[in-house]
């Protein structure tokens, strides 16, 4: 069984909203003969894009070759968000593996935003790029973790692009 394929039919890419509101991803040729490089990167995801990217511009010839069309697998199945940090709240990354650490994978996730907005400015990617995450609370027993968390990476991370907002500015 192919996980890949197991809602959809092989080679279909499934229907969503991200799909149905994107632009029609440009065709390329299929490989044919024989052709020569120093580097072959397999797979148009997240990391073979990146990689064949990286390595073009350092000066070496790239081939990518993709099965299917860029981006068909998980790196084109999300609904593209650059957000902070990590999947784990601050607190808890750092209970898991100290506050050192979790400072520095908060630093990583910054330099990787930094790193999106460069490529998307630099290769006038047009993508519709906006800043800002907005993350709603339906429960009011929740605010208070909510509130504690935005002063919590003001104040200990330095990262000053967050902010609270009550119902009235929502």
Not at 1 to 22: K, V
Not at 48 to 76: C, M, N, P, W
Not at 105 to 126: C, F, G, M, N, Q
């Amino acid at each position: 069984m192919d996980l890949l394929f197991i809602n959809d039919r092989p080679g279909e890419y499934p229907a969503s909203y991200y799909a149905a509101s994107a632009a029609p991803a440009p065709t390329r040729p299929a490989l044919k003969g024989k052709l020569s490089c120093d580097v072959c990167v397999i797979g148009g995801g997240y990391t073979g894009l990146s990689a064949a990217l990286h390595l073009a511009q350092k000066g070496y010839d790239t081939i990518l070759v993709e099965a299917q069309r860029v981006g068909f697998g998980a790196s084109g199945r999300n609904g593209g968000q650059v957000g902070s940090g990590q999947r784990v709240d601050p607190d808890d990354l750092e209970g898991m593996v100290g506050k050192t650490r979790a400072r520095a994978l908060w630093d990583l996730a910054e330099e990787s935003k930094t790193l999106v907005r460069s490529l998307i400015r630099d290769h006038e990617i047009a993508c519709g790029y906006t800043k800002g995450v907005l993350h709603t609370e339906l429960r009011r027993k929740n605010l208070g973790h909510i509130k504690a968390h935005v002063e919590k990476v003001q104040k200990e991370y330095g990262y000053k692009d967050i902010a609270y907002w009550d119902r009235e500015q929502v």
